[in-house]
């Protein structure tokens, strides 16, 4: 048989083969490797500790985001617990605040990477940001009443410059953005970014909530979610909508109380729950979580990873089309001993090149049983299955990219790395061994030198699955 007919028919069952998986719903992309290599108590890979403090035995470090200029992180925290600043002018904190935290210049060197902790976040430079009172109208419409910072829950940092940021502000039941000059953390101007028409109403209207704010790389388009209800969403006999994708045009909410003046359009169609919506870096796709509702499949409470266009010429019109080359990216598999209320792909971020997506999912991790949060990696046009990125086996969440460098950012309960508990515990016994016994009028004996080492090992070894810290990967 001539070669070309050899080649032809191979084409032609290969086809045969494709359309037959096809219609068995089998999926063509590449599995991931059964394989979980771990450094340590970690994926491998160089990893720092960020927040290397002992401020809280059972609260949170999460949502952080780095400044265009790689200098700072912002992230949100239960300041309340922490000792370093127990009340804001006499009052006491109920609620998550934001905080900033300088990125050290040399993070990754080895004095660093094994540093032993402190018991206070502001000995690492960290600063609570406290937001001025400000004008709203949300609460009373139509005549501006000042809002205590107290009052309200803060979160979704975003970077806007490297003195300014857009964060989620929760009060009188509304979720609204606010603008804050971070330039002096010890006394933040701010305002609310934009309002919707409804609240300038006295009377009537829907009750609109805007959360998880994206700023585009160029800084002109901000992606939001964004529900609305008739009455407070806890009451039962609230009517709600279905929750989409939007964009705001930067340029037009220089006076938020406009609301003619202000362009806001849909993306996306709504789905039961829509979050996490992050630009690509060329600002011509947002990745984002949602049910699976939105492409008809009624699939419960589980979210996946999709994509959709978005062209900034046709946006500067004023609105764009729906669902613009709609992609899901996921398609996680549900089986016993999953999740009862369903899994959870979300938080998606594109890493520094636009190629792939990191994400955090409850999905099985590879080689194990494990039902935990973990950080998973797809590319960014779904051609393959997506792989583990970061598990270390304690709840690995909130990744965002250093886009100077492209390292991830990310929240893990894990505590401190077993690399920097070999390190302190080998610096304790050089410090008694050398230090302490050449002073001492009673020198310690080399099994109580063994034993102090390791007394304060296992004390920071106790905030491993208790604290959520900040950490920084590479290499992987």
Not at 114 to 126: E, K, Y
Not at 221 to 236: I, M, S, V
Not at 387 to 394: C, E, G, K, P, V
């Given at each position: 048989m001539p070669k070309r007919f050899r080649t032809r028919n191979v084409i032609l069952v290969y086809l045969a083969v494709l359309a037959l998986l096809l219609a068995l719903g089998c999926s063509t992309k590449q599995e991931p490797a059964e394989v979980l290599e771990l450094c340590g108590n970690h994926s491998c890979g160089e990893l720092v500790m960020v927040t290397v403090d002992t401020s809280s035995?059972?609260?949170?470090?999460?949502?952080?985001?780095?400044?265009?200029?790689?200098?700072?992180?912002?992230?949100?925290?239960?300041?309340?617990?922490?000792?370093?600043?127990?009340?804001y002018d006499g009052e006491p904190i109920l609620d998550r605040q934001i905080l900033l935290l300088p990125?050290?210049?040399?993070?990754?060197?080895?004095?660093?990477?094994?540093?032993?902790?402190?018991?206070?976040?502001?000995?690492?430079?960290?600063?609570l940001v406290r937001l001025e009172t400000f004008q709203s109208l949300v609460r009373r419409p139509n005549n501006p009443i000042p809002v205590n910072a107290l009052d309200i829950t803060k979160g979704n940092p975003v970077w806007l410059t490297e003195n300014q940021l857009l964060i989620k502000a929760r009060f009188s039941r509304r979720d609204r953005f606010l603008v804050v000059n971070v330039a002096n953390p010890s006394s933040c101007p701010s305002r609310v970014l934009f309002y919707e028409s409804d609240d300038l109403l006295t009377t009537g209207g829907f009750i609109w909530y805007h959360d998880d704010p994206a700023i585009s790389p160029d800084g002109r388009?901000?992606?939001?979610?964004?529900?609305?209800?008739?009455?407070?969403?806890?009451?039962?006999d609230a009517n709600c909508t279905g929750e989409s994708i939007w964009v705001l045009d930067m340029w037009t909410a220089s006076a938020p109380e406009d609301t003619n003046a202000i362009v806001t359009f849909p993306v996306t169609s709504a789905s039961a729950g829509i979050s996490g919506p992050t630009w690509s870096p060329d600002g011509r796709t947002i990745a984002f979580?949602?049910?699976?509702?939105?492409?008809?499949?009624?699939?419960?409470?589980?979210?996946?990873?999709?994509?959709?266009?978005?062209?900034?010429?046709?946006?500067?019109?004023?609105?764009?089309?729906?669902d613009s080359n709609l992609q899901r990216l996921t398609f996680t598999e549900v089986s016993e001993g999953d999740p009862i209320v369903g899994l959870q792909n979300y938080s998606p971020v594109f890493d520094a090149g636009g190629n792939e997506i990191y994400f955090v999912s409850s999905r099985r991790t590879p080689g194990s049983t494990l039902r935990i949060r973990s950080l998973w990696r797809v590319p960014s046009d779904g051609r393959l299955?997506?792989?583990?990125?970061?598990?270390?086996?304690?709840?690995d969440v909130d990744p965002a990219i250093n886009r100077q460098t492209g390292d991830l950012l990310l929240c893990s309960r894990m505590g401190f790395p077993s690399s920097q508990l070999d390190a302190i515990e080998a610096q304790t016994i050089d410090f008694l061994t050398n230090v302490y016994n050449d002073t001492a009028s009673i020198p310690l004996t080399e099994v109580e030198i063994q034993r102090r080492a390791s007394d304060e090992r296992e004390e920071l070894q106790f905030f491993e699955d208790v604290m959520s810290q900040l950490y920084m990967f590479r290499g992987f």
């Open positions: 035995d059972g609260y949170q470090y999460l949502d952080p985001a780095i400044s265009p200029d790689g200098m700072q992180i912002a992230f949100t925290a239960d300041w309340s617990v922490i000792p370093s600043v127990p009340d990125v050290p210049d040399d993070l990754w060197s080895d004095a660093l990477k094994t540093r032993r902790p402190v018991p206070s976040i502001q000995m690492l430079g960290g600063e388009w901000l992606a939001y979610t964004r529900f609305g209800c008739d009455a407070d969403p806890n009451f039962e979580s949602s049910t699976t509702d939105l492409v008809g499949d009624f699939g419960g409470t589980k979210t996946e990873i999709f994509r959709v266009d978005f062209d900034p010429g046709e946006a500067a019109g004023g609105a764009v089309a729906l299955e997506p792989a583990l990125l970061f598990f270390s086996r304690y709840d």
